[in-house]
């Protein structure tokens, strides 16, 4: 080989090598976006999260195939508020819509700045919802979507009546099969630009009626529900005050809210080993559903161009600290829900991330995939560089709250703060009735330590953080947590 050849060639390679390098830093093609949503699904109800008995081969392919968020949180542990928050990246606070029974959400959900609806409006998607919108009664189409197909308030699971694109529609069939059947068909179609898809199932809410297929599953498993000690409620002041009878939800009677009648069990046992085992059968059809969107978009060969998150709005009480068909409580069965996420391009197979990640985050790390400038000031992170480094630097704590509604007043309004190690529960309206929980030694939540004289600089410290939480949140909702007693209130059971 002459010089002259060597030059070339070389020459050559680092023109190709530049190439290569100038594809890779140019931007990658806006995804499509396939967002599911269960309702009520714990982070323990999945086979991939641990579950001894639960059937969910999809569901764990998802997380085969891509990350598994496992320390994935609600920062309001009830269904419209946290829907609220997927959708903008906004604390409750925030976004205002923050509990189920105010008549105004109907009016709220319609100026919100949903992600789908941005990524209509900046970045050329088409845009559907189908399913449960739950952020007030009316069905009506929200700004934003292309395709709607909703139901007025929870829905039925049995021939329900729907809205499609403004026309309402009596049909036949099981709620959660409907859903992924619309769902289906909108992915059928020829797309000439990205697609963001908002699939909300009704599934696993109350009242767990599943369908037809699944009535024997799991007929003979046995369902184990937590033990709850003697003394386990002795520090929970809030939940175990006597409230008087004036308190007690007289709906009737209540200015600007009733509760929406449950859909009836048709008969079906309500102890809690038929709840449970009935809710894990209506898991069932929606990790079938997963499996249907998976197949069809491999069918079409977008697969890998589509992120797939399945996740849930909160989470649900199997009888821990007693309570159950619940999840208003600041405890982790309430708060903790399943987060996974599917796209290669970013996730690597089998990726396990144990960082607090929270509902508020999809919003930003949506935006960062689909190349969408910054928007109105976010309360979420972007997992993006926690995916590409999972050494970045990370929150350490995080707020979540409740605000009391008036058909529920035994849950009062709840600020508080979580570390990987320790809880901290400031309920405004109760004098002396915090609590802080230990959670590296006592992950159950069974002993309030706060009045531990060991924990008082714990107590100080999470103190100081939840101020720092609602001061960098804007929560306007005035709070005094540095100075209140600490002392447990007397005559708590």
């Known amino acids: 080989m002459t010089i002259n050849q060597s030059v070339f060639g070389l020459l050559l390679f680092v023109l190709v090598a530049s190439q290569v390098v100038a594809l890779a830093d140019e931007p990658r093609k806006p995804p499509n976006i396939v967002f599911i949503i269960a309702d009520d699904l714990r982070f323990d109800l999945l086979g991939c999260n641990g579950h001894p008995h639960a059937l969910t081969p999809y569901i764990d392919r998802l997380a085969r195939e891509g990350a598994n968020f496992t320390n994935c949180f609600a920062t309001t542990s009830l269904c419209s508020p946290s829907r609220a928050s997927f959708l903008t990246g906004l604390y409750p606070h925030n976004h205002r819509i923050i509990n189920n029974d105010a008549q105004g959400l109907d009016v709220v959900s319609h100026r919100l700045m949903t992600f789908p609806r941005v990524l209509r409006e900046e970045a050329d998607y088409h845009t559907a919802f189908i399913g449960k919108w739950h952020m007030g009664f009316d069905d009506t189409r929200r700004p934003g979507f292309d395709h709607w197909i909703s139901f007025k308030g929870q829905g039925q699971f049995i021939d329900p009546v729907v809205n499609v694109n403004g026309q309402r529609q009596q049909t036949n069939g099981y709620l959660t099969d409907l859903i992924t059947k619309w769902g289906e068909e909108f992915l059928l179609q020829d797309f000439d630009r990205p697609f963001c898809l908002y699939l909300s199932h009704e599934a696993v809410h109350a009242p767990f009626l599943p369908a037809a297929r699944h009535e024997h599953r799991y007929a003979d498993v046995p369902v184990d529900t937590p033990s709850v000690a003697p003394d386990a409620l002795r520090g929970k002041f809030a939940l175990t005050r006597p409230l008087p009878e004036s308190a007690l939800p007289n709906w009737f009677n209540l200015a600007d809210a009733s509760p929406e009648p449950g859909e009836p069990r048709r008969g079906r046992p309500n102890d809690l080993e038929s709840l449970v085992r009935d809710q894990l059968r209506c898991l069932a059809a929606v990790d079938e559903g997963v499996g249907r969107v998976y197949d069809v ?35 982790d069965p309430c708060l903790r829900i399943p987060f996974l996420l599917r796209y290669p391009p970013l996730a ?34 972007s997992l993006v560089p926690l995916l590409r480094d999972p050494d970045t630097p990370w929150r350490e704590s995080f707020l979540f709250e409740y605000f009391v509604e008036k058909v529920t007043p035994r849950c009062p309004t709840y600020f508080a703060v979580r570390t990987q190690d320790w809880k901290y529960i400031h309920y405004p309206g109760l004098q002396g009735m915090d609590e802080l929980y230990h959670l590296g030694d006592d992950p159950d939540e069974h002993t309030n330590c706060i ?37 447990p209130a007397r005559g708590g059971k």
């Open 297 to 331: 978009l491999k069918r079409k060969g977008i697969l890998d161009e589509t992120v797939i998150v399945l996740t849930s709005d909160q989470g649900y009480l199997h009888g821990e600290h007693g309570l159950y068909r619940d999840k208003r409580w600041p405890y």
């Open 348 to 381: 690597a197979p089998q990726t396990s991330v144990a960082n607090m990640v929270l509902n508020i985050d999809i919003l930003p790390t949506i935006f960062d995939l689909a190349h969408v400038p910054d928007q109105a000031r976010v309360d979420g992170m």
């Open 451 to 487: 009045a531990d004289p060991n924990c008082q600089e714990a107590l100080t410290h999470m103190r100081a953080e939840l101020a720092r939480l609602n001061r960098k949140t804007r929560n306007p909702f005035p709070m005094d947590v540095a100075t209140r007693d600490s002392e």
